[in-house]
């Protein structure tokens, strides 16, 4: 039976060994920690199953508004963005570029303070998706669960029962990696082993898309990590790297 892959926080820093203590005492708190420069995050979101990310406060203010931006653009998760500038113009720059929580990186913050704050974006999430439920809207992409009816850019999009639970899954937590065993499993209740799952999804992936990309050679939407699995991606900038 496949191992489940351990939730962790990426800790993206252009300095790396200034946020070592950070990421050991995130790992208190029931967290792995992963860093990574700025270059990077994209690359270890894919080969980690990452609960948040936390960017360092060793960013320049507009860097750091341009990585927000960009983290944005191509995912949802908890974004907690750490500053030494606390000043009003830095922090506003951070949080207009996408970060849910911008905190002051003095002598006085703690591992605590970082990890209370991603709890708190994911109780938001939460209860956002518990009041909204029957509909998952990720990107140009609009689920109604309750109906099993899917929208593309507002064209209705025929599907089958499978493909219709494996679009459902990845939808709902796009930036997150998905292996064919956990798909086979939360949308049929069957575990299969690694190389069986891998077979089947395989063939659905390759319908939706058909029916979901503009080009399905070089798919933009629902990508490929090899040797993971597949991971929903938010319309992005230039050809995903990830093939």
């Not at 252009?14 to 995050?41: F, K, M």
């Not at 997150?176 to 069986?196: D, N």
């Not at 089947?200 to 629902?222: A, F, G, Y």
């Amino acid at each position: 039976m496949a191992t489940e892959p351990i939730h962790c926080v990426i800790i993206v820093d252009p300095i790396p060994e200034r946020v070592i203590p950070l990421a050991e005492n995130v790992s208190r708190y029931g967290y792995a920690a992963d860093i990574c420069r700025p270059d990077d995050w994209l690359v270890r979101l894919t080969y980690a199953d990452a609960s948040a990310i936390v960017v360092g406060p060793n960013m320049r203010s507009l860097d750091l508004w341009a990585f927000c931006k960009e983290v944005r653009q191509q995912s949802d998760l908890p974004l907690v963005a750490l500053t030494a500038d606390s000043s009003p113009d830095h922090v506003a720059l951070a949080l207009e570029g996408g970060a849910d929580v911008c905190l002051g990186a003095d002598s006085a913050l703690s591992a605590r303070q970082v990890v209370a704050g991603i709890r708190a974006v994911e109780r938001r999430i939460k209860s956002n998706h518990q009041r909204r439920s029957d509909v998952i809207e990720a990107g140009p992409l609009r689920v109604d669960l309750a109906r099993k009816d899917v929208t593309l850019h507002g064209r209705r999009v025929q599907l089958t029962p499978t493909e219709f639970g494996i679009l459902s899954v990845l939808a709902q937590q796009p930036g997150r990696v998905f292996s064919g065993v956990e798909l086979l499993r939360q949308v049929h209740g069957y575990e299969a082993e690694s190389g069986e799952a891998q077979d089947i999804v395989k063939v659905h992936i390759s319908r939706l898309r058909q029916k979901l990309e503009e080009d399905p050679q070089s798919p933009r939407r629902i990508v490929n990590v090899r040797g993971q699995g597949y991971i929903y991606m938010f319309e992005r900038r230039g050809e995903p790297t990830l093939q």
